[in-house]
């Protein structure tokens, strides 16, 4: 990422810095936790910066590396299990979160289809038609 930031419009950038600051948060409240020691916000901005530094350095280069290899222009998971085949863990850890997220995503559109099929609104079209009663209400 910062190894080429044209690639990556600012508004983007600064939402990856943010999630990337979160998850290490996270991470490092975990470890707190587990081992009975405490992260400053300063200490946790530095990792959270490094990272961020390490993963625009290390990681982008490579995945444009296999896009451009299979004439695509999007990174996939794949792509990142890829790179991260080195360490058994990360690539553990990857294909599990990938997986959670496959079903998560597979049991949302099973929702919406079946509301669908059986003539119910989608969360977003029940507001919409909630707005659409509150602004005809006030005519």
Same mark, same amino acid.
């Given at each position: ?11 983007? *950038?600064?939402?990856?810095?943010? @999630? ?6 996270? *991470?490092?409240?975990?470890? /707190? ?11 946790? @901005? ?7 530094? =390490? ?12 896009? !451009?290899? @299979? ?13 991260? !085949?080195?360490?058994?863990? *990360? ?7 990938? /997986?959670? *997220?496959?079903?998560? %995503?597979?049991? =949302? ?10 003539? /119910?609104?989608?969360?977003?079209? =029940? ?9 005809? %209400?006030?005519?």
């Amino acid at each position: 990422v910062t190894a080429c930031p044209c690639l990556v419009p600012a508004l983007s *950038l600064q939402r990856l810095k943010a @999630a990337v600051h979160y998850t290490v948060g996270c *991470l490092c409240q975990e470890v /707190e936790e587990d081992k009975d020691v405490q992260f400053s916000k300063q200490s946790i @901005a530095a990792i959270s910066e490094i990272t961020f530094r =390490q993963c625009g350095t290390a990681a982008l280069p490579g995945f444009l590396v296999l896009c !451009r290899h @299979a004439k695509r222009t999007t990174v996939t998971t794949e792509d990142v299990k890829l790179l991260a !085949r080195r360490s058994n863990s *990360l690539l553990k850890y990857i294909t599990q979160k990938s /997986e959670e *997220l496959a079903s998560s %995503n597979m049991e =949302q559109k099973k929702k919406k289809k079946s509301s669908v099929a059986k003539g /119910e609104r989608t969360p977003g079209e =029940q507001e919409a038609a909630v707005n659409e009663n509150e602004d005809s %209400n006030m005519a």
